[in-house]
C-alpha cells in the first residue's frame, strides 16, 4: 500500500467544474513533491458551502488503484 499526504484548497465555485463536466480530475502534490491526479469525484464527501479545504490522505495499492480518501 502506498500513501500520499497533501493538502487542498478548492472554492466552491471552482469545484462547479466538474458538475458542468469541464473537470474530471484534482491534481495535487504530496509532501514528498509527487504529482497526484484523484478523480474529483472522489472529494464528494469532503464539500461544503465554501469548498474544499484541509489536509488529506490518499491511499492506493501497489499498482495505484484507489482504496481511500480520507480528511486528517
Known amino acids: 500500500m502506498k500513501q500520499y499526504y497533501f493538502n487542498l484548497h478548492i472554492s466552491y465555485q471552482e469545484f462547479e467544474r466538474v458538475y458542468r463536466g469541464t473537470a474530471r480530475s484534482v491534481l495535487a502534490v504530496d509532501e514528498q513533491g509527487r504529482r497526484i491526479q484523484i478523480p474529483a469525484l472522489r472529494f464528494l464527501p469532503f464539500l461544503t458551502s ?23
Not at 50 to 72: A, C, P, Y
Open 50 to 72: 465554501t469548498g474544499i479545504s484541509g489536509r488529506f490522505v490518499l491511499s492506493t495499492d501497489n499498482n495505484n488503484k484507489f482504496l481511500s480518501l480520507q480528511k486528517i
